[in-house]
């Protein structure tokens, strides 16, 4: 028996307008876009079953999110963050880091398609769909579930609450003293965190002690609630 099988490479996003993903892509819209999509083309979206799933967050912000992302992003859980390769402008819009079921994307969504309103986006990109599964996700049919949805979103938000962000204010603060100055400059540089790769609870020490830091003396615009 011969069997088929069908593959659709895309983003419903992107679809919605047109080939843009910078714009508010609801709840109703998804729904649309499945519906649309699955009509179209014959297809059941219990049986269209994800091998890689990409989604994220646009937040508007008043600053520029790539001079941001310059300054203050340092890594991942310990993992370095890379600078996105040039794109057809040869201008890189931000950063990502790789890991073994997934990537995240940080970026400037409103250099990339040269926008007067900044817009930062932050992206989980599955390229396995172990952590989706866990959560129930496998096929297009649970992107219409609201409850899985939010899942995913507690996902990424979770993900974001883990990237160690620097915070210059604090370093610049009079009252810190010498010590923990060298010690919060020394943060910035990922092959300080890059000695403690495989000591978990000792970069969990350290991570604190910098978070504190942070609080105490910086602005705490950069420190996620543990």
Request: proline share 3%; hydrophobic share 40%.
């Given at each position: 028996e011969t069997k088929f099988y069908l593959s659709i490479f895309g983003s419903l996003h992107k679809n919605h307008f047109n080939g843009v993903n910078f714009n508010r892509f609801t709840f109703n819209d998804i729904l649309?876009?499945?519906?649309?999509?699955?009509?179209?083309?014959?297809?059941?979206?219990?049986?269209?079953?994800?091998?890689?799933?990409?989604?994220?967050?646009?937040?508007?912000?008043?600053?520029?999110p790539i001079e941001y992302l310059k300054e203050n992003l340092l890594n991942y859980r310990g993992n370095q963050f890379y600078r996105f390769a040039p794109g057809n402008n040869n201008i890189s819009i931000g950063y990502y880091c790789p890991t073994t079921q997934y990537r995240l994307k940080i970026y400037d969504k409103s250099l990339q398609h040269n926008k007067a309103q900044h817009l930062l986006r932050i992206e989980n990109s599955y390229k396995k769909m172990a952590i989706p599964n866990r959560m129930g996700i496998r096929t297009l049919a649970d992107l219409t579930n609201p409850g899985l949805l939010q899942k995913l979103q507690n996902e990424l938000l979770r993900t974001w609450q883990q990237v160690l962000l620097f915070d210059v204010t604090a370093v610049q603060n009079p009252a810190l003293p010498e010590k923990d100055k060298l010690f919060l400059h020394a943060c910035k540089d990922h092959n300080f965190w890059k000695g403690f790769k495989n000591k978990r609870s000792t970069r969990q020490k350290k991570k604190e002690r910098y978070l504190s830091l942070l609080l105490k003396y910086g602005s705490n615009i950069n420190v996620h609630s543990e």
């Open positions: 649309f876009q499945i519906d649309h999509l699955c009509t179209k083309l014959h297809l059941n979206p219990n049986e269209c079953r994800f091998v890689n799933l990409e989604y994220g967050f646009n937040l508007l912000v008043r600053f520029s």
